[in-house]
């Protein structure tokens, strides 16, 4: 890792060569900005956190492009602290501010990542998931028997932002298609897959049951029917977890961990998709979004209790 006590005589002497942001900025493109990294070690992580994979390690002093910043992890050294974490394009991920040689705890003049836009009104259509998601709805009369339905789960939910509502349309489409009445195919188990969220274990159909008043382990056919299956799927997103700060930071890896399934190659498959959605619903994709997922949750988290997951977010060691 980098020596901490030398960082203010590296700023001075970045700048006196002419490689701090102030020196550089005005000779990059719009929407980034160039600033130096010092001593050697300092690791690139999926996201803003000590927890999160890292993805790749600076050798020694390095210019990076910062497209935005958001608030992470606390990084301290001998030279002052930073809660903001970097996010450069060209590398795939985020380097603390800490190890960037400005004398300020945040980067000036770059913005930060995502932000959440306002809410949008209006439900969402048969037209709009067809533009999001094209040959994903493979049934569109049954799509818009449910759409009623999930449209008011949403306003229940505060999914109310393109973001929020990108996540939970993309995870949705992956799920069941956005059919409401879907069973897992070949799943033959008491408690297996059913309906938009796949409900799945009796893990979740007897607390989901618990909180509706209805008899789940006993009629488990229920997470299928149009009168459930919505307000099941905005249970598991906003009570068994709480999904929508995650989409707010435009971290898919996350949302997708949220859901239970281990990493793998449909994580990025939900990424491609949350970002066609968002894509749709604001005629752009902004900087900042995570397709990964950091190694705490990597693993099958569908059994674990909403505060089990969150704690693994709070697992971690590491300067940067």
């Known amino acids: 890792m980098p020596k901490p006590r030398f960082r203010r005589l590296l700023i001075s002497v970045l700048a006196l060569a002419g490689l701090t942001a102030g020196g550089l900025i005005a000779a990059t493109p719009a929407q980034a900005a160039v600033f130096q990294t010092y001593g050697s070690g300092v690791n690139v992580r999926a996201d803003a956190y000590l927890s999160s994979a890292i993805v790749r390690t600076l050798s020694g002093p390095t210019s990076i492009d910062v497209d935005c910043q958001k608030e992470g992890d606390l990084v301290t050294v001998s030279g002052g ?11 795939g991920g985020y380097v603390t501010v800490a190890y960037v040689a400005i004398p300020e705890d945040k980067l000036p003049g770059v913005p930060e990542c995502g932000g959440t836009p306002p809410p949008t009104g209006g439900d969402i259509t048969l037209a709009d998931v067809q533009g999001m998601f094209g040959s994903r709805i493979a049934n569109p009369s049954l799509v818009q028997t449910g759409l009623p339905s999930l449209n008011q789960a949403m306003r229940d939910a505060n999914i109310n932002t393109p973001y929020r509502k990108a996540a939970f349309l993309a995870t949705l489409v992956h799920e069941s298609r956005l059919e409401y009445n879907i069973r897992e195919i070949g799943d033959t188990r008491v408690y297996g897959g059913r309906g938009y969220i796949q409900l799945t274990g009796d893990f979740n159909y007897g ?4 909180y509706f008043g209805i008899d789940l382990l006993g009629n488990p056919e229920l997470a299928r029917s149009l009168q459930w299956s919505a307000p099941i799927a905005r249970w598991y997103w906003t009570v068994a977890r709480n999904i929508n700060p995650m989409a707010d930071a435009l971290n898919m890896g996350k949302v997708n961990a949220a859901i239970g399934y281990p990493a793998g190659a449909e994580d990025q498959r939900r990424c491609d998709s949350f970002k066609n959605a968002i894509r749709y619903l604001t005629g752009s994709v902004p900087a900042g979004v995570i397709c990964t997922r950091s190694k705490a949750f990597s693993g099958d988290t569908s059994k674990l209790t909403r505060a089990q997951f969150d704690a693994l977010g709070k697992v971690g060691g590491g300067l940067g």
């Open 207 to 210: 607390p989901a049951g618990r």
């Open 81 to 91: 602290s930073s809660k903001w974490w970097a996010h450069v394009p060209a590398f």
